[in-house]
């Protein structure tokens, strides 16, 4: 049974930085790509970031890039997402998520996703 647990979320002023991970536990956890999404009160979830199996590739969205950066440590089967320079739109619940084999940007192509953490930037 795979399980994600993430950690790290908190309430942070704007300009701050967070650090968010996520442990993984069952399956091979090098054999997947991992991301990380985001969900505001009534918007619908959406991309973060996503690294590949081996840490090589990574891809970020737009509103992210520069400032946030994702990386894991296979040998301790954890995913983290460093968040600097944050801002209040960045305030949501922050998911992780597995996908088998390849790098994806969707939601719908994650299979296992854990439990999320809130992240708060006030201004």
């Known amino acids: 049974q795979v399980q994600l647990v993430e950690s790290g979320g908190g309430l942070v002023q704007a300009g701050g930085s967070l650090r968010l991970s996520c442990a993984a536990s069952g399956g091979i956890f090098s054999s997947n790509a991992m991301g990380w999404f985001r969900q505001a009160p009534g918007k619908e979830r959406e991309f973060v970031a996503a690294i590949s199996r081996t840490g090589g590739r990574t891809d970020y969205a737009e509103s992210v890039k520069g400032r946030f950066t994702i990386s894991r440590d296979n040998a301790k089967n954890t995913v983290y997402l460093e968040m600097n320079s944050l801002k209040p739109e960045d305030t949501a619940v922050y998911y992780c998520?597995?996908?088998?084999?390849?790098?994806?940007?969707?939601?719908?192509?994650?299979?296992?996703w854990g439990q999320g953490t809130q992240v708060t930037v006030s201004s």
């Open positions: 998520a597995k996908k088998f084999w390849e790098i994806a940007t969707t939601p719908s192509q994650y299979d296992y």
